[in-house]
């Protein structure tokens, strides 16, 4: 093995050797943890503000432990945390933001490889988006799912209930005392949400990426089997950096293609389709909308969970979790796909089962033989729009209706139940102004709620079209991600409320039905909207963020940097 990068800092006599060691000695390392054994970060996503990792405090115990046993020294470090539930204006906008943080955090202190302690949705992907710009031997710890939500007698899930609950309030068929009451009943134990949503998916996507252990994405927080994977993924990091097994000859393009291919299969939120080109961007991966689509398509949705189906994540836990979905879909996968473990994918299936084929279900059972995330374009989006075909209304997939317009959020909100408003459940609801620079920073507002007057009607969903996100616990016939955004100009700011659209998933189109001619002349009379704030990081971020189908990155973060730093500190 080659000299321990930890060794530039705290090998030799000199001056900059002493006062790296010395002042690592004032909490009461001795001599020999210097010695030129491994050095792990432990990179930390815990904050009382992100509930879905406020239980890390103890997980990364385990973590240390385990790296103590393989003869590493563990040394913990704070980055910035994404907490979805209470950041403002979104969690999106500082996904790019605490990205640079773990980057600058991995490259600059004298750590061999880093663990990535992720749970809340962005977490993961600002986590991995960092460490792939450094190129250092990483390996993700999940923090775990909560327990099923109950309410008076069934399961409740994160979010999917919430939107359903806060429709039937307004629908007037639930109280608002039974409202607040399901508040409790839903999120009972640390974790994060335990439906397929976004948090989820992402733990899904790294073991399917190969870059955790197996079984990292179902194990409830509150489960032993999690302490004793952390354990052992601070056991494995030091072999890694031992073997040299960087993150650069695991994230291949056979692993993002299987990525993709497994969300497909598990119904995965339509985030993990801007994170994982994020991703790839790091590691100078080629992958792009289209891969998605071409990807996807075939790949049925054999993950019978909520938002696309019924259960939640302990139960597909206790099923198989995601080593059984792979060996379900094995024939669609590079099973040759190289791991953390150092061994090939198709090593890593050879043990795993499905005990419980209602909650992953066969192939011929799937909940839809084409799952995936269809890729929509034309006239409306010429770069791209995605909706998630599992979670949509079947009799919708192909609809023309009349757009009512919503200009931005603050316009929707205002308006939205207001009696006189022009809408039925024919109707496209169009919501501008969303993406990446509009927001700023592409909020889950996608999943637009319904007018009061149509669900006291009954109505459910309508096709909601739009250049925001939605949450990967909601559901319904929502086009997300429209690109170019209506905030610099994108077909999407020239849509008018009467104007006919069509969608039709099938064959992948979106179709705005007005002539060449009149949207020339609207272009000519368009305002670009003057961004919320012009200087600090959101001035930083409306200047440099790539559009949907580019990941959202910030331009200028795009590729790996490597971790070479040739310069001491003093």
């Known amino acids: 093995m080659t000299k321990l990068r930890s060794q530039h800092w705290f090998g030799g006599l000199g001056k900059d050797a002493f006062i790296h060691r010395s002042w690592m000695k004032n909490n009461g390392l001795p001599d020999d943890a210097f010695d030129g054994r491994p050095v792990i970060g432990i990179c930390n996503t815990f904050s009382e503000f992100t509930p879905c990792n406020a239980h890390f405090r103890g997980l990364v115990e385990h973590i ?15 980055v910035f945390s994404c907490g979805e539930s ?37 977490t993961t992907p600002s986590l991995i988006m960092g460490a792939a710009s450094c190129d250092l031997p990483s390996i993700v710890v999940s923090g775990g799912p909560m327990l099923n939500g ?38 009972r134990s640390p974790g994060h949400c335990m439906t397929m949503g976004t948090a989820s998916t992402m733990a899904s996507i790294v073991e399917a990426l190969g870059i955790a252990l197996p079984g990292n994405a179902a194990y409830p927080a509150v489960d032993a089997h999690r302490a004793r994977l952390a354990r052992m993924s601070g056991r494995r990091i030091v072999e890694m950096v031992e073997e040299d097994l960087q993150l650069s000859q695991v994230l291949t393009k056979k692993a993002f293609e299987n990525a993709i291919r497994v969300n497909g299969a598990i119904g995965g939120s339509t985030n993990a389709v801007v994170h994982l080109l994020a991703i790839a961007g790091r590691v100078g991966v080629d992958v792009t909308l289209d891969d998605w689509d071409r990807l996807g398509r075939d790949v049925p949705t054999i993950v019978d969970l909520m938002p696309s189906g019924r259960f939640l994540m302990e139960d597909f836990c206790y099923a198989g979790g995601v080593p059984a979905v792979m060996k379900e879909i094995a024939d669609l996968l590079h099973v040759d796909a190289l791991t953390i473990t150092g061994r090939t994918l198709r090593d890593e299936l050879t043990e795993a089962k499905n005990y419980n084929p209602q909650v992953i279900r066969p192939k011929h059972q799937a909940l839809t033989q084409h799952g995936g995330i269809a890729v929509l374009r034309g006239n409306l989006a010429p770069d791209g729009a995605i909706i998630k075909p599992s979670a949509a209304s079947p009799e919708l997939m192909r609809h023309r209706g009349r757009a009512v317009v919503f200009e931005d959020i603050d316009h ?80 999407l700011a020239l849509v008018q409320s009467g104007d006919v659209i069509e969608l039709d998933v099938e064959a992948r189109r979106l179709h705005l039905d007005v002539s060449d001619e009149e949207l020339q002349r609207r272009r000519a009379e368009w305002e670009a909207p003057i961004p919320a704030m012009s200087s600090g990081y959101q001035g930083l971020y409306v200047e440099h963020v790539l559009q949907a189908d580019r990941g959202a990155d910030l331009d200028f973060l795009v590729g790996c940097r490597g971790h070479a730093v040739p310069r001491e500190s003093h």
């Open 150 to 187: 109950r309410f008076r007698g069934r399961e409740i899930g994160s979010g999917t209930d919430v939107w359903k609950f806060s429709e039937d309030v307004r629908a007037g068929i639930m109280s608002e005392r039974e409202f607040a009451q399901a508040e409790s009943a839903m999120s």
């Open 86 to 122: 209470n950041l403002r204006p979104t969690a999106m906008l500082f996904r790019n933001l605490a990205s640079m943080d773990v980057e600058e955090a991995i490259r600059g202190n004298p750590m061999d490889g880093v663990v990535l302690m992720a749970g809340c949705d962005k």
């Open 64 to 78: 240390k432990a385990g790296v103590l046993e393989a003869g590493g020294l563990p040394l913990e470090f704070p």
């Open 412 to 491: 929707y909100k205002a308006t939205i139940d207001d009696p006189t408003l022009d809408i039925d459940e024919s109707c496209i609801m169009v919501l501008k102004n969303c993406g990446p620079k509009g927001y700023p920073g592409m909020a889950e507002v996608g999943n637009m709620a319904l007018p009061r007057k149509l669900l006291q009607k009954g109505v459910r969903d309508m096709v909601r079209i739009s250049d925001a996100r939605m949450s990967g616990t909601a559901f319904g016939t929502v086009v997300l991600h429209t690109t170019p955004e209506a905030a610099i100009g994108g077909p």
